[in-house]
């Protein structure tokens, strides 16, 4: 097993990133669960969108060599053979001298080559008078205006969307295949950790990471699979680690103190390759990223700030690698920093900030507080290389 | 029944805006299905987080005060009573000369007011050598420190996300309260649609519109309720809008030609009250709205590119504010016009564009095709009295 230990946050993502694979498993679903997924086929369209020629608007199918000459002075005068409505379907032709009433989205009769708009045309009975000349084409949509049969429709890896749902649904498909979504197991480790739903005992807190690290998960594109609680003990770790290699991606967080730390490195020892454990950011540091049997691992902080800010910047990305998702389109905000803020030689500092009006205010209590988080809006970077940052400094807050 | 025809866009948006209220149902899930869903509740702490004082660290849980005269040259010895590990309960008390080891996150004993690392110690057996004075609370996370008994921790409305959603967990809830996501009953209607999964009749094409809405109803979080096609006539049109009103919204797409969008009209005709029928935008103009037995209604454009474009800009901001959720934060980008395009006036024109480089390049088929918006990223909007934009005009891109 080779490990490195401390390195920079740069590197550590760039690790990361290099060990995620994509996905290949597909499931067929319906194509109205599909918002958001990866498409895993390529469409071809097996249908011309529309399969036939249709009106588009409300009028008269006419052959247009037949307007030539009509003007207000000499109308020319058609025989409405009939009339055909959208949906219906038709073996009657139109022949010279001759025309069919054709409601909007209707068949275009054969023979016919243009619709007179309604508007244009003076009905009598069973003719009608048309006052000036049309050409071929007027007022069709043509067959495969919109799609034509072999083309290709969507590529494999695109995110479904309304539109492209749409571009399924015109080809009659009620079901898409589409990737699996990662599903990550979730550890929390640790004496002092009680499950929610129970009283808690002296000296104990209620497990937080579990469920902020679920809903990084959800917010990924990934399913969460909380598998509880272990304690300190070497053979509980293990085994939890096994049930958890089940999954696409295990992640357990906790071991705050140095002897628990170092019971995770000895767990993993010959099951896998430890790429980091510490990466120089603030809060947090003791995050670990491993290959164990082929599957990513990581080892997250125990305090929950730190937890979740490592969550977002490392496990984040790695979901949507794997379920074939783009990176998350950052939102930010620029402000002015409403104090100044220390910098931290050699690590990089993701602090956060409430925006008010136009100032990033550092609300930042201590790495085991949630709070930091849930009460802020967002995060400001402070690089590895700044003595600190003055009050009235322009930043960037990446919003939560 | 008051029946106004045709408004410009922002008084349409204004209309729906208006007339949609925020739903007050709430339903009690797990947290781990809460991200993204609107807290129903306020939160208090009935539990402070931490509960108790705590060690930050590896070390000794001494007292401040023995520390005093400690040096390099003098070093105090303590007496070591035990070790706690976190998550351990003790009874035991710290008095004058005594220490207890303690782990990071264990609870800092009765008497003990300081927690000195290990580095910062000598042990030798069951004493210990501090060589330098300590200031109470040094190392020690206090009570509290994150969340106090009692303060309000997250108020009704708030979205919740994975910092939110850790404040819950940190009181042991496994559970919370939140509104309801909007339903919303789908139709489509017209003689021409044939439903998906079914061989495609001659002179019909496939239901497009009623996935292309769904996929925007949950888009801006609501529950879509597909209840298939209606054809031109009037009883069933009825008979499905009231099967619809179970829901929070009713949708009904198409009606293409005139006696179809009359038929609407009519199927409302005393049961509420239809603020606009007809909207100043291209592509799409006959969408209709109206407040049915209380009910918002949306009556949307046949052709796929309108229905889309339309449930975009109204249905999706109505959803949301049904739901409790903020307007969708656009997503934009600056681009130049590949070439000129045409204004319209008195119509704002929202033009599906494909982002190249940075530029903008207008591709619009028809209203009729779908392909319009699911092979382009987004589109610009051209306002009503622009006559033309020329090529090479800044523009917005809002991206899909």
Redesign the interface.
Known sequence: MKSISEISYAAARGIVEANIKHLTRVETID??E???RVLAETIVAR?S????D?S?M?GYAVIAADTNDASRDNPKILNILGEL??????TETVRRGECIKV?????IPYGADAVVMIENAERNGTSCKIFQPFTAATNI?QAG???KEGET??NQGVV???????????????RASVFVKPVVAIISS?????E?????????????????????V??NGGV?L?LGIVR?NLEQIKAKIIEGLNSDIVVISGG????ERDMLVNALEGWGEVFFHGVQVKPGKPTLFALVQGKPFFGMP?P?TSC?IH??LFLGPAIRKMGGLRPK?L?TVTAKLERRVSGMEGRRQFLPVLVKGNEAVPVF??S????S????DGYIEIPEDSASLDKGTKVIVTL?
Chains 1, 2 share one sequence.
């Open positions: 194509i109205d599909c918002p958001g249908l969108v529309p399969s036939f249709r588009a409300d409505h959208a949906g219906d379907t038709t409601a909007t989205g209707a068949m949509s205006e919109d799609i429709l969507l479904l969307d309304a539109g492209k749902i749409g571009v399924l649904a015109t080809q009659g498909l009620t640790g004496e002092e950790i009680s929610p739903g129970k009283e808690l005992k002296p000296g104990t807190i209620y497990d937080v990471n579990s469920h902020t690290i679920a809903s990084v959800q917010e969460p909380i300190d705050s103190s140095v002897g125990g929950p979740l969550s977002l389109p939102r209590k201590k085991g507080t949630i709070t988080v849930a009460w802020t939560f």
